[in-house]
């Protein structure tokens, strides 16, 4: 039976209002409520589900970054994850990891674990990237399962390579995306503290043999615009006196 790896990236909280730096660096980030981005708790969810139906043997969480990730980690152990990897990235790697050396990661981590299967969420809420799961599907040489997936009966989206089809093509990269896809658990008390005592390792890049280097320089970092205030018109009349105003029409 198969294993799984799901990414897991820890990420400004949904709930907190986000401030650029002084300097436009990046965003504020220090003393900020970090949490499981939001569509990689759906990828948990999906895992822990797929285990639960006997499809798959084992699900490894990994999330990539400093000594904090390993909080996330812990929550998808809690969630119902077997055990979770923790690959340390930090200081200026940090700051300049995205999509690409992410991607790199998983895809050794894919190969070393002898993983069937990487289910990843479908963006993180923090870069809007929706880049690393087509990328690792792109590097693996993997089918990928990726947006489409909405408009598919619930149920059938990974279900069906498992139960329908031959082992050698149990292996999809999930860019797992609707929010609606399943609703993730909460983890219980009891969970979290058996999640205590799961296993945690810690990797380095190289030890993959990935080279961190990006290629992407933010130049600078700013607010959207300010959104005019709307107006409000009674009849058509006044909105076509209206664009005619503004030029529109
Ligand atoms: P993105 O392409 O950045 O929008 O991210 C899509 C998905 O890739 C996330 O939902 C995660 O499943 C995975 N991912 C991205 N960055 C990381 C990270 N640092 N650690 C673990 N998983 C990640």
């Given at each position: 039976m198969a294993r799984v790896l799901v990414g897991v990236k820890r990420v400004i909280d949904y709930a907190v209002k986000i401030r650029v730096k002084p300097d436009h660096s990046g965003v504020v980030t220090d003393g900020v409520k970090h949490s499981m981005n939001p569509f990689c708790e759906i990828a948990v969810e999906e895992a822990v589900k797929l285990k639960e139906k006997k499809f798959v043997k084992e699900v490894v969480a990994v999330s990539c970054g400093p000594q904090q990730v390993q909080e996330t980690i812990r929550t998808a152990l809690a969630m119902g994850a077997d055990r979770g990897i923790h690959v340390e990235v930090s200081g200026k790697d940090y700051e300049t990891l995205g999509p690409l050396q992410v991607s790199k990661i998983m895809a050794a981590l894919a190969k070393k674990e002898e993983a069937k299967m990487v289910i990843l969420g479908k963006?993180?809420?923090?870069?809007?990237?929706?880049q690393t799961g087509q990328m690792t599907a792109a590097l693996l040489d993997w089918p990928q399962v990726c947006?489409?997936?909405?408009?598919?009966?619930?149920?059938a989206r990974l279900t069906v390579p498992f139960s329908g089809l031959p082992e050698n093509a149990v292996r999809a990269t999930c860019a797992l995306c609707s929010l609606r896809l399943n609703t993730p658990r909460y983890a219980t008390l009891p969970n979290i503290m058996k999640a205590k005592k799961k296993k945690i390792a810690n990797v380095k890049p190289a030890d993959l043999g990935v080279d961190l280097t990006s290629r992407v320089e933010v130049l600078r970092v700013d607010e959207p615009p300010q959104r005019q205030a709307g107006v409000k018109v009674e009849t058509v009349e006044d909105l076509v006196a209206k664009l005619k105003e503004a030029g529109r029409v």
């Open positions: 963006q993180a809420i923090d870069d809007d990237c929706n947006g489409g997936l909405l408009s598919n009966p619930p149920g």
